[in-house]
């Protein structure tokens, strides 16, 4: 078996409209010496995401769309996209600009760029959360505040990149909005669903996990 299966680009909630409960988390190592001090060591550099989704009692047509969805994943084998509703733009609360996000060159003669999102942190710390699954149809593009056209590239929604056609390369000054999705997988290898009628059922909230992804080697860019 390979150490990543392969991913599903398919979202959850376009096969069934749910609730959600969600958190970010860090692994952070703490060691308490005899005097009382502590020691704090940064395992991760970027949290990790949790989810809780909500069913509910639903009609068994939705249960068995669920159903199907879960075994298509395999439980926890395969990932799949999930619509944080609290952050999926490049900028909250309005629709992307093509000024928004500052991306970053992925090779050096400036024919592959990748999706990422600042996060302001004091004193003085910016980090940059990788983007990985942008919505393709969302994605603007600028090269220093002058909009280019989508004819000039195409996005590699699946790897989190852009590449430029030829003739129009950049070395600097690129831009994006965008929408973006999750990489998620189901935190439980078992689907509990409860009949409470003859025509609907229910089952307890489903657990996500967000999923670190490998960053694509650019021979794989075409």
Same mark, same amino acid.
């Given at each position: 078996?390979?150490?990543?299966?392969?991913?599903?680009?398919?979202?959850?909630?376009?096969?069934?409209?749910?609730?959600?409960?969600? =958190?970010?988390?860090?692994? #952070?190592?703490?060691?308490? #010496?005899?005097?009382?001090?502590? *020691? !704090?060591?940064?395992?991760?550099?970027?949290?990790?995401?949790?989810?809780? @989704?909500? %069913?509910?009692? !639903?009609?068994? =047509?939705?249960?068995?769309?669920?159903?199907?969805?879960? +075994?298509?994943?395999?439980?926890?084998?395969?990932?799949?996209?999930?619509?944080?509703?609290?952050?999926?733009?490049?900028?909250?609360?309005?629709?992307?600009?093509?000024?928004?996000?500052?991306?970053?060159? +992925?090779?050096?003669?400036?024919?592959?760029?990748?999706?990422?999102?600042?996060?302001?942190?004091?004193?003085?710390?910016?980090? /940059?959360?990788?983007?990985?699954?942008? @919505?393709?149809?969302?994605?603007? /593009?600028? *090269?220093?505040? &002058?909009? %280019?056209?989508? $004819?000039?590239? @195409? @996005?590699?929604?699946? *790897?989190?990149?852009?590449?430029?056609?030829?003739? *129009?390369?950049? #070395?600097?000054?690129?831009?994006?909005?965008? $929408?973006?999705?999750?990489?998620?997988?189901?935190?439980?290898?078992? /689907? $509990?669903? !409860?009949? &409470? #009628?003859?025509?609907?059922?229910?089952? $307890?909230? %489903?657990?996500?996990?967000?999923?670190?992804?490998?960053?694509?080697? /650019?021979?794989?860019?075409?």
């Amino acid at each position: 078996m390979t150490m990543f299966p392969p991913f599903h680009d398919v979202r959850l909630q376009d096969a069934l409209k749910v609730g959600a409960g969600g =958190s970010a988390g860090f692994s #952070t190592q703490l060691m308490t #010496t005899a005097s009382g001090f502590e *020691h !704090r060591n940064a395992r991760w550099f970027a949290p990790r995401r949790r989810y809780e @989704v909500y %069913i509910g009692t !639903r009609p068994l =047509s939705e249960l068995r769309r669920l159903q199907s969805f879960f +075994l298509e994943r395999c439980g926890r084998l395969h990932g799949f996209l999930w619509r944080d509703i609290i952050d999926y733009r490049s900028r909250a609360f309005r629709a992307p600009l093509a000024n928004d996000q500052t991306m970053k060159r +992925l090779s050096d003669d400036g024919r592959v760029w990748a999706f990422f999102k600042g996060l302001k942190s004091p004193p003085r710390l910016k980090r /940059l959360r990788r983007i990985f699954k942008p @919505v393709a149809s969302s994605v603007l /593009l600028a *090269h220093n505040r &002058v909009p %280019i056209p989508p $004819e000039q590239y @195409v @996005v590699h929604a699946a *790897h989190g990149v852009i590449a430029f056609h030829a003739g *129009h390369y950049r #070395t600097e000054g690129v831009t994006a909005g965008f $929408e973006f999705d999750v990489p998620v997988r189901f935190d439980t290898d078992r /689907l $509990e669903i !409860r009949m &409470v #009628t003859d025509i609907a059922g229910n089952c $307890e909230p %489903i657990p996500l996990m967000e999923i670190r992804v490998p960053e694509v080697s /650019l021979d794989d860019i075409p």
